[in-house]
């Protein structure tokens, strides 16, 4: 019987650290895992989008499940994402997820090419069977091209395995519908950030996030206030962190933006890899003013309450 409990929560969509010579960091790694743990995170979403994986190689991404699975066993819930461009490797990534006792696994549909709907199943249905851990579907159409049928969810359900969606489509009207399909045994994650709110009002049971990496606190305060029945207070606070994300998307891009905010925190994960953009010396003085707001932000709504 697969807990599906231990999914509803708030999971930082983490980043992939490299050192200074922008190789993958297993130490910072594992110094990242601690720090959101240390924030109340306790659930990590790794080598997924934030996770530049169409960047990395497969070892590469063994490296950051392994070095992340020996911080967060047993501490925190762990979803690998295993989507890869080939089915091959996915296989590959999905067998090594389970040998580090990952909670789950997840994937985008397959890239690139435009496949049908059987070609689609035929990728994620491999992954699950060669891994036998729970398979949570990542729907994000606006960098796929794909945007996951109804009629597909529906078929992939059949699998028990298939335990839910992590939905990125920019309409809230879709999580509530895959909600409705899924019901009780389907855990469906918000996936916009700018949207946790009004997703988990529509029927998210969690969310999965890219800025949450840098504001935790803000996140998990929003979330709080939904349990508790406060929609008042979880929409304000969600209308200033949503200000805050278009501000870091504006300062040089959320790859930069973020990893530059945890490195003025003290935690220095690299810079994002190529063809990802780094920072210009301006950007980084927009970055090091939002830093500041951010904080403040936090001061006043999580740390005074």
């Known amino acids: ?13 983490f980043y992939t650290p490299y050192d200074d010579d922008g190789d993958v960091s297993p130490e910072r790694t594992k110094a990242l895992v601690d720090y959101f743990y240390s924030k109340g995170i306790r659930g990590l979403y790794i080598t997924g989008s934030s996770g530049e994986s169409p960047y990395l190689n497969v070892e ?10 020996e911080s967060a066993k047993g501490k925190m819930t762990v979803i690998a994402h295993v989507g890869a ?33 059987q070609a689609i199943s035929d990728y994620w249905t491999a992954m699950i069977e060669a891994s036998q851990l729970p398979f949570i579907i990542y729907n994000i159409p606006q960098t796929t091209g794909t945007n996951i049928s109804k009629k597909l969810f529906k078929s992939m359900l059949q699998n028990e ?8 489509s920019l309409p809230v009207m879709d ?33 999965i996030g890219g800025t949450y990496g840098v504001m935790p606190e803000l996140f998990l305060k929003i979330d709080e206030f939904i349990r508790k029945g406060d929609f008042k207070l979880a929409s304000e606070l ?37 063809p990802l953009p780094k920072l210009t010396k301006e950007n980084k003085r927009t970055v090091e003013q939002l830093e500041q707001k951010i904080s403040n932000v936090i001061h006043d709504w999580c740390d005074k309450n």
């Open 161 to 168: 395995l298939t335990i839910g969606i992590k939905n990125t």
């Open 175 to 207: 999580i509530q519908q895959f909600k409705e399909i899924g019901g009780e045994r389907c855990i469906v994650f918000n996936g916009p950030d700018e949207q946790f709110a009004a997703g988990r009002l529509m029927g998210a049971d969690g969310g």
């Open 238 to 274: 969600q209308r200033i962190t949503t200000g805050l994300i278009f501000e870091i998307l504006a300062a040089g891009g959320m790859f930069g933006a973020c990893k530059y905010i945890l490195k003025l925190r003290g935690m220095d994960i690299g810079e994002p890899r190529g």
């Open 1 to 13: 019987m697969i807990n599906l409990e231990k999914f509803k929560n708030v999971f930082v969509a």
């Open 85 to 117: 461009a080939s089915t091959r490797d996915s296989i590959i990534l999905a067998k090594y997820a389970k040998e580090l006792e990952c909670d789950a696994i997840s994937s985008v549909p397959p890239i690139y090419f435009s496949l049908s709907e």
């Open 60 to 69: 590469e991404r063994k490296t950051i499940m392994k070095s992340a699975m």
